[in-house]
């Protein structure tokens, strides 16, 4: 144990980079994390390390949400306590290494330092008490130790397994009932009842989430997600129980009216699935659901009942003769078999929020027990080392430290380790925690433990390693990357700190073990998605992504179109199948993305390469032409008709849907641009008549502006008008030519007055009639989506705005809640405005999409390689000086190629 003054500096790093950081990148510790006060806060840091990812909790310690194939961490870590107490985390500062929380008051002082190490399957906590007295003290310091692992090589969609005592699936809602448990005086906050009305169902149970049968409104995720699953997760569909079921109805205990009744009786065999009639009711504390049930056979086992299919939901069941009941990951089984068949049972629920309780014929016969008294793990304690075993899988994991413990307690699935303390006044001492795991248990308890033993280099390790990958970043020739990013000498030092948050934020989403096949940057989490990226995410940072690691995009491209890329919204790189549902951005995002990288790295043997079906000429070629196939007469049968589907578009804005000026106009410059392509490869009739289609489409997408500088939405039944950032940026950045004066002026006009506010901006203007019914704040009027500044400042400097792009771009750091920017950014409404990264909406507390903003600065200085350059545009400058905004330099674009061969051949590769 060693005593220090201090732990953390609140002073930028001076330290200098061991390899030599390119003049004009600043340091890590001056790009992003400031302490911030927990009030301040909606949505908690995170922690990653190229493998995994997890998220802080509201006390000092605990992690949840720890994801790193193929292991996945249920419930949380365990939270400290001094003298018995948990304290509450009241300042929190992230770094891409890791996370600081402190707790202050007059007597004491306790900070932690949470870190994942880098590229290993090791989490470190550092904990520091600081007697603030002017005497001695003496205090009981106990962090409880949970490590609820599970091993599994499937099931990493973008909803991926999560352990729960029952099992492995994706519970988002209870997950985050039991990380409320860890705030300050509620550990015993009840998680069990799941908020929101749900149907009564018998017998086979749906697929948990949202149904595509049920899709009649937006996607506000308030308490299901919808069942974006990998393809090779398995899902158990159950069969209906066997027998007769009657008198259903769910009441308060109390007395009183009840909530739900279905007074007939209903057969049930195995494939009966049935919505009962009546509304929807909510399971709350003091209900009791009764019924009476009869089974038909001794061997009916299979699903009675279940409340919603919501992964949170309450079902009742039947196996091996002994009725069962799950509930919030939580399954119990009556402790005896006490099922006659052709006999009639009394059966209730009795509904707690702390406790479950199923009875049978009078008499209690099983009831919930605590998440931390869950039987699916076992633990163990030798020689000061607590190894926890998965019953389920073959994960394994083991708890160390660097100072010995006064005492290890078992602790229903865990322990808890405590360490009695005398300080003197002003004296600190510091305790050291591992956590490894893995699956053979004697590797991971040596790996804890050596880890314990050289506690300060491990903890260390992380921050140098993060520290070169930075440096590295922006370095020609490192060993990290395939490529580098350029290095930007802003005027404006805000405007450089977006820049550099925005390359940050690609360096904080690597991951170099969730796929097989090259280093991928996930698109969010950590609640989500740990091996997920998305085609349209990607695309808000195609020239970074092309510049900085040609090899892994060109990959990660060819993994991507030998998929079904126009019925997905991305892949799940690990396993590589596909994921979720079709997106109508998917065409215009994976033009732009191959565009970019031949455009960038100059490989155009990359066109003639051949990937599942095409080759990757034909492949942009369906891609550019994609809006053929969507025409419908009843909508004009000239532009693409996306269908009324709002899941395929923004998601929580009802009637964005059918034609849509957005992403017509980018089918605009899709077609311009595979002009130039067949041009270039000796097609010229093909590319008058790209030329030509392109025109009309133009011509057809003008039609659909509206004065003020908004735009329409054609349905088949009418047109609407709608003031939404996504159709400013995208006819800006493909229509600027396009345009009139007054449509330019007024399109300006409309974001400035109606979409900017303080820091950031909205997706929708407010006073858009759908405002009110789409708030979410990604997409809708309460915030805006990461990428969407970039987007809007793009669009500004498209047409010929580029001081108010600067002037949007620099705000954006002042934004990110004290690190990165989130999916969702939220905008509340005060004097002065406050935006802050969301946390509802299911928002993921970093996105890949806010690279667009340093995507944007890169833009400023009309780096833009497309298919029209090739073969006529000069060769790129190595660095690039553009007056009022700065110098870029250490550009790394390929030679334009000379002029091909033959129709179907191309230049050699640089």
Known sequence: MTIKTDTFSAAPSTRPSAGGRPAGVPDLDDVAGEWMDASELAHLPSLRNQRGQGHVNHDLTSLSWVAAPPFSLGYHTGVLRLDGVALAAQRHRWKPWGVQREHRSAEVTVRSDTRMALSENL????VDVTNERAVPWTCTVSQDLFAMMSHSEVG???????????GDYHDFVTLERIRDTTRARSEHLPYLLGAGPRRMRLGRPRVPGIQRDEADAAMLLEYELPSHFSQDKVLPRHDSASGTIRGLRCVPASGGDPVFVFAGDAELEPSTQRTLDGDEFELRDGLVLSFEFRPSTPEGDGVILTHGNHPDSLQLGIEGGRLWFGISGEREHADAPSLTAGQWHAVSVVLGDRQVTLVLDGREVATTRHWSLSRRWSTSTADGVVAVADRHSPARAAYAFDTAPTEIRELGAGAQAIWSLTLGPGETRTIGVVCAYGTDQADVAAAAGRTARAFPEALDGTERGMRRHWDNMFTPGNDDFSGHLPTL????????RAYYMGALTVLYMR??????????FLTGGPRLGPTTTFYWDHSEWSRMYALLEPAGLRSWLRRVLSGPYGDSFGIDARNGGPLGNYYAANDCSLFRLVEHYICVSGDLAFLDERVGEATVADHLERLAYGWKGRRREATGGVLADFGDDSWRLLECVPNYVNVVTSFNAAYVTMMRSLAALLRFRGRDDDAVRAEAEARTLADAVLDLYVEGGRWSIRHPDGVETIGHSLDFGLVAAAMHDDLSETQRRDMVAFVTEHLLTGTWMRALSPDDP??????????????????????TANGFAKLGRRDLAIALLRLTPQSASGALWGQAMEVLDGDPVRVRVAERGVSNRESIGGAATAEAVIALFDVDPTFADLGTAPVAPAAGHVPGVGVLSNLNVAPASPPPGPPGETSPPR
């Open 123 to 126: 989490l470190l906590w550092q």
């Open 156 to 166: 990493w969609g973008w909803l991926y397994d999560v352990p729960w005592t029952e």
């Open 489 to 496: 000498r802003a005027d404006d030092p805000e405007l450089a």
């Open 511 to 520: 991951n170099l073990h969730a796929s097989p096949t090259e280093p991928i």
């Open 770 to 791: 759908i405002a009110e019914f789409s708030d979410r704040p990604d997409h809708g009027a309460g915030g805006a989506f990461c990428a969407w500044p970039g987007v």
